[in-house]
């Protein structure tokens, strides 16, 4: 039953991640699609703005990684716990901050689309909230440290 419930965190942690990159990439992309109408020559800037939020999902596999070595029969119900709880967690965090990051981006897109230079200033604001989603997989390392 423990590893059950492990299981669950885990697989909450990569199905929320990635959900989070798919809907973040994806609004993103919506806006440079638009912005390419106006402007095609900047294909590059909206290609790196929308790939962005596809990391959340890889964190959410790097957790998998991070505590696979306790998915064993004799886990117990304090670890399972644990990675129930910061799975959890972590998926959270990179489901909303990888949505919140391609709004970001597809504001970006826009105003570069438009003729704004403003490519380097939104790769700077976007880069907040991967911060908490690094936070995010940087507690899973601690967690899986305590454990």
Do not use: W
């Not at 994806?26 to 095609?40: D, E, F, H, L, R």
């Amino acid at each position: 039953m423990e590893i059950l419930l492990a299981y669950i965190g885990i697989a909450l942690m990569l199905l929320l991640s990635g959900i989070g990159s798919c809907y973040g990439t994806t609004i993103s992309g919506n806006a440079a699609v638009g912005a390419m109408k106006k402007n095609k020559d900047a294909f590059g800037s909206y290609m790196i703005l929308t790939a962005m939020p596809s990391t959340q999902g890889l964190y959410g596999f790097l957790g998998y990684f991070l505590l696979k070595g306790f998915l064993t029969p004799d886990i117990t119900m304090y670890q399972a716990a644990a990675i129930f709880g910061v799975g959890l967690a972590c998926g959270l965090v990179c489901l909303l901050s990888s949505i919140r990051q391609g709004q970001l981006s597809a504001n970006g897109i826009t105003a570069i689309g438009n003729g704004h230079d403003v490519f380097g200033n939104t790769l700077i604001l976007v880069a907040f909230p991967e911060l908490y989603a690094i936070l995010g997989v940087a507690a899973v390392f601690f967690v899986g440290q305590a454990l």
